[in-house]
């Protein structure tokens, strides 16, 4: 188990097309979290899952955002329509409620609109 | 909501120099962490503390849970060590909770 990895590193896509980004956690967290980040910001929280339950959204989170971990394993964010306000570093975590490894980062995924 | 404060936010330093990062933050919380951040955007865990001191190499952090402020240290300075430092603290006071987090500091390391 290397740590968290983030698919793909980067992606460029034209406004008003959907995308899709992947996660896979630590294989012994049982939290997930998204967190959106952009240039000389701190990162924002999106949404947090335990296991397959997503137990917090945030309002930045529109119903243009979708995200899923379906057998509490990898997850996927889905950004529908994108604009060029999407534009940002999404940033995976992972994290146990049993202690461990604790608080683990992917490396990103860089989404471009354009 | 748990606020986050940093200073500073630009750092500029010459190589070997002792390096001072701070933070502070408005809840009580369970524990607190230091992330280092290089350019391309890949997040690295350099602490999780909730008490007293942490050291790791030339890396040392510092948290006074009473004051709510905790300090990066970065004795002998490198340009390597240029980054983004970042403090992050859980919202909810429990370490496995999401976390909020400062808006960082830019470091830059000359030779």
């Known amino acids: 188990d290397t740590g968290v990895s983030q698919d793909p590193r980067h992606k460029i896509t034209k406004r008003g097309q959907n995308v899709t980004f992947r996660c896979d956690p630590i294989?012994?967290?049982?939290?997930l979290y998204w967190y959106r980040q952009t240039l000389g910001q701190g990162p924002e929280f999106l949404t947090y899952?335990?296991?397959?339950?997503?137990?917090?959204k945030s309002r930045l989170l529109s119903d243009r955002f979708s995200a899923e971990r379906p057998k509490g394993s990898f997850s996927t964010l889905e950004i529908q329509r994108t604009e060029q306000g999407d534009s940002a570093m999404y940033l995976c975590?992972?994290?146990?409620?049993?202690?461990?490894?604790?608080?683990?980062f992917g490396s990103g995924t860089r989404l471009t609109v354009v | 909501k748990n606020e986050v404060e940093q200073s500073p936010q630009n750092l500029t330093a010459q190589e070997g120099e002792f390096i001072t990062i701070n933070c502070s933050y408005s809840?009580?919380?369970?524990?607190l962490h230091w992330l280092q951040q290089h350019p391309g955007g890949g997040i690295v865990s350099l602490f999780m503390?909730?008490?007293g001191k942490k050291k790791h190499g030339r890396l040392i952090a510092t948290i006074n849970i009473q004051e709510k402020h905790s300090s990066l240290h970065i004795t002998a300075s490198h340009p390597r060590d240029s980054a983004v430092y970042i403090c992050?603290?859980?919202?909810?006071?429990?370490?496995?909770?999401?976390?909020?987090f400062g808006e960082g500091t830019q470091l830059t390391v000359n030779p």
């Open positions: 975590a992972s994290s146990s409620t049993t202690g461990g490894r604790g608080y683990t």
């Open positions: 294989s012994e967290h049982n939290r």
């Open positions: 899952f335990q296991n397959e339950a997503q137990l917090e």
């Open positions: 809840v009580g919380i369970s524990a």
């Open positions: 503390l909730s008490s």
């Open positions: 992050a603290v859980p919202s909810e006071g429990t370490s496995g909770s999401r976390l909020t």
